[in-house]
């Protein structure tokens, strides 16, 4: 389970380096949860919809192994 304290800190890494302005009301980088709030799989960045998968709890937030949203 991602702690909601947690996840207000994370930010996607690719995002949170760039200079483009995110879409109206979107944090930069800022993630939503994929799959159930107890046990969730992967966390996807609102803003250029890369997905980390979450590995033992442990958010992978490597953006060589991110999967990147279908173009």
């Not at 159930?36 to 937030?61: F, H, M, S, W």
């Amino acid at each position: 389970m991602i702690d909601d304290e947690l996840l207000k800190i994370l930010a996607c890494p690719w995002c949170i380096t760039r200079p483009d302005v995110p879409p109206l009301g979107i944090e930069k980088g800022a993630f939503e949860i994929q799959g159930p709030q107890e046990q969730p799989t992967a966390l996807r960045c609102r803003q250029c919809g890369r997905v980390y998968k979450i590995e033992d709890d442990i958010p992978n937030l490597l953006v060589e192994e991110a999967v990147q949203p279908e173009q």
